[in-house]
């Protein structure tokens, strides 16, 4: 029991030290992606303008502190006439991807966010982001990592970010 808690203190004592070290913009940052998600090509088919249309940009994974647990950052843009929401995320370094958002000190797994009509989703450090639990490898900088994205409406979106160092900081 004794060993639990301690194990569990220090993992928390890791993910705060590492979400809190840097501020995230909306800079791209090398991100990739290899599909956009929207109604102009072929999205939701409600026709043209009247729903959402996605696009992913300005995403990182710093270097995890941990071997085991890393966060991601990105942008997700809906230039659309129609909300949507993102409701998962996948990717073959970890066994899981949770969504979480920063209230006070405090993190929050959440089962989905929303992308508005007209704006963004913004994840970004010391608010909404992803947790990449149980990783396969701990990976290394200049490599990229790629994420599939899952909406409630529109079609799956691949997209690589680039890892960076643990200290990164956009340009803001």
Known sequence: MRRARRGAVVTAAALSLALGLAACSG?????RTKAESGDGDGGSGAGPGSGPRLRAEAGFVPQPVM????AGYLTVRNDGAADDRLTGVSTDLADDVTMHVTEGERMRAVDGLDVPAGGELTLARGGSHLMLEKLDRKPEVGEKVSFVL???ESEPIEVEVPVQPTTYRPAE
């Open 27 to 31: 800079e791209d940052s090398g991100t």
């Open 67 to 70: 071997k085991d647990l890393a």
């Open 150 to 152: 899952h909406f409630a």
